[in-house]
């Protein structure tokens, strides 16, 4: 007795989803010929048995188990019975239904390279493409004067990107672009069309207009900040600044502020007596470099002093207790005044004004209230500069006398006093 021989036993999809009806297909074999080929598959309540078709093309015999809802087992095996009786049963086969996805790809980025092409440019776009599933194809699709054309995308393993190519075009061509992403369930997105104009090919170098570092004088406690005005008719693709401190070269990548549309980079803290030299490199999207004219400062020993104050004086002379007494001050620092203060002693507590500076003058300027007589008043200066340095006067003094107002009053009720009634 010999049985039907059952091998090569398949289903497709391999992973079938909701959506999927499966084929089940197996070769099954027999010398005195088969009567009966029989599919008997599960669902996890029910045992069903179909007879499977030969498909002469493929030489196996197939039958079709319907979609089932996610998650659901099937179990399946195949029965053949030849003309003689003889039967022969598989091995039990089984897959799982999967979910089905509603969710269409997701277009992360798109990038073109170059941005500003001309006519000797090709433009090579990449897209960063997601999906819960796997992505079936990617569609660039590109339009010159209303007409479209499509470009399949290419995935490179290496990048993670999709890629395509836009031939190039002559100048002045407007060109849209965007893409297309469809997964295996067919899900699809489109991006936002996107749009540039072929440039006439730059041949001119960027123009530098203007180079300075801040501060002007630096300390050995300063970074000191390049900047650079620097424009181009196309765009500028990197602009470096180059220093040496006498013993090696050092490179930095200058950032642009667009808001001043100035290019700036640091060169770091310099011990004094140093000569820091320094030049900018630029270079714009088509290659075209420009090299600036060497600059060079010198850096100083930072101060450590505060300011100077001398020649303080007042006025009046002989203070009396009618009147405001002024106070004079010429302080100066070579980091620049910050500050300045009256500090005054009225007998009992000490009291602070910020001095004004006069420019007709060129001096510090307050003023002591009106005190009484007898008083001894001391003052003094304070001062700070820019980098936060102190300094601070001796202690000066003047002594409140009555006035002579006040005196001839006094006369004049004495006066009155020792005449007869």
Known sequence: MIQPSISDVTHEPQIPNELDSVIISAKVTDKGGLAQVILSYHDGETWYNI??????????????????????????????????????????????????????????????????????????????ITDESDIAYVILSYSVQDVWHNLTMTYYISSKLYQATIPKMSVGTEIS??????????NTSISNTQKYIILSHDIESPTIHHIFHFPQSPTDNDEVTVFANITDESEISVTILSYTNGSAWYNVTMAKNTAKSLYKGVIPKSPAGIII????????????????????????????????????????????????????????????????????????????????YNNTLGLYVSRIPKM??????????????????????????????????????????????????
């Open 51 to 128: 007879s499977m078709k030969y498909n002469t093309t493929k030489m196996l015999y197939e039958e079709t188990v319907p979609p089932y809802e996610n998650e659901t087992e099937i179990l399946y095996k195949i029965y053949a019975v030849d003309y003689a009786g003889n039967w022969n049963i598989s091995p039990i086969y089984s897959y799982t239904v999967h979910y089905h996805e509603t969710n269409s790809p997701k277009i992360v980025n798109i990038t073109q390279e170059p941005r500003s092409p001309t006519d000797l440019d090709s433009v090579l776009i990449k897209v960063n």
């Open 277 to 356: 030299q320094y030049f900018i490199y630029s270079e714009d999207s088509f290659g075209n470099a420009i090299t600036s004219n060497v600059y060079n400062y010198s850096v100083i020993t930072r101060d450590t002093t505060g300011p100077i104050i001398e020649d303080v004086f007042y006025v009046s002379e002989n203070p009396t207790d009618q009147d405001v007494v002024t106070i004079f001050a010429n302080v100066t620092d070579i980091s620049g005044v910050s500050n300045v203060i009256l500090s005054y002693h009225n007998g009992s507590l000490w009291s602070n004004i910020s001095m004004q």
């Open 372 to 421: 009484p007589s007898g008083l001894t008043i001391m003052f003094k200066i304070y001062a700070n500069d820019s980098i936060g340095n102190w300094a601070e006067s001796k202690i000066f003094s003047y002594t409140i006398s009555v006035s002579n107002t006040y005196t001839s009053r006094l006369s004049v009720m004495l006066i009155v006093g020792v005449c007869p009634l």
């Open 177 to 186: 672009y965007k893409v297309y992403a469809v997964d295996k369930y067919n």
